[in-house]
């Protein structure tokens, strides 16, 4: 039972930070789970929006950024070290939704060179990299391509040493169809969600989802583990309370590693580990840790 934790650990430091990156494996999670966007100077760097985001981003005067902020894809890299993402703007959106996170005030967007680094540490052990390469076919101009962010973030991981310890995870199947061809050492995790907020299956529609790389849900009878199967990847990453018992078999029918996102309260972490599933993406990973302590314990009677 893997626990990833959530851009970090989400609800106790700010997103996506090199801090936050190390609490999370401190308290002992198996993997930091992140996201990567791509500068204009093409260094794939960790920032969940295409855009700097004003709830979160001060300027080297300490001002908050006014909304729009730029897209991180018309940056250069030596722009980012500039910027203070240590701390929630007061009455944001992150602020309410993350009240006891801690600030961490001079934090910095990493590269994901530097993210990387933290796995060379004594203290990390043989903690993974779950990356999510952040790409939207519905906005094709607030980003590199699906297939150059691939082909940057693979480069990084190979020169790093670290293309063992990672998984690339996307809702866009067109960047894992790109690691597939030009990396399949990379191992690669098919994001789905079937949300109002977001649907990316299109489940019975006439149109195929622009997400799934021209693939279609109901060409396999609707079922997503069937169609992740068929596009080649070993693992499926559903939303979480997208998952049934009855698609969690036939996952596990087909082969398939399951890992559902974004699980924050313990009785849901609890039901998610009956269930059975392979590990959770959390922003707590300290509740985590502590709820799903039988279900990854060696000796379960001892422990």
């Known amino acids: 039972m893997e626990i990833h934790g959530h851009r970090g650990a989400r609800g106790l430091l700010p997103e996506n930070t090199l801090p936050g990156f190390e609490r999370a494996i401190a308290l002992g999670v198996d993997a930091l789970e992140f996201d990567v ?110 297939e150059a962010l691939a082909r940057a973030v693979a480069a990084v991981l190979r020169e790093k040493g670290m293309v063992g310890r990672a998984t690339v995870q996307s809702f866009d199947w067109r960047v894992l169809r790109e690691l597939r061809t030009s990396a399949p050492a990379i191992s690669i995790a098919c994001l789905t969600s079937e949300r109002g907020w977001r649907d990316t299956v299109l489940r019975g529609r006439a149109e195929l989802s622009p997400w799934t790389a021209g693939l279609s849900v109901d060409a396999k009878g609707g079922s997503l583990p069937r169609l992740v199967h068929r596009f080649g990847a070993p693992v499926w990453m559903p939303f979480h309370a997208d998952l049934t018992a009855e698609a969690l078999a036939e996952a596990r029918m087909l082969g398939l590693k399951v890992i559902v996102w974004t699980v924050n309260e313990i009785p849901g972490m609890e039901v998610l580990a009956r269930l059975g599933v392979d590990g959770i993406v959390t922003d707590y990973p300290d509740r985590a840790v502590e709820a799903l302590a039988p279900w990854r314990c060696e000796a379960p009677q001892i422990c």
């Open 37 to 146: 966007c791509m500068t204009r100077d093409g260094v794939p760097v960790v920032h969940h929006d295409p855009a700097l985001n004003p709830d979160h981003t001060r300027d080297a005067g300490g001002a908050w950024l006014e909304p729009p902020g730029p897209l991180l894809k018309d940056l250069e890299a030596a722009e980012l070290p500039g910027l203070d993402v240590g701390r929630a703007r007061p009455g944001s959106r992150t602020a309410l939704r993350f009240p006891h996170q801690e600030p961490r005030d001079g934090a910095r967007i990493p590269a994901l060179a530097d993210v990387l680094a933290l796995g060379r540490r004594p203290a990390a052990g043989a903690v993974r990299f779950n990356i999510e390469i952040k790409s939207s076919p519905l906005e094709p101009n607030e980003s590199a391509g699906p």
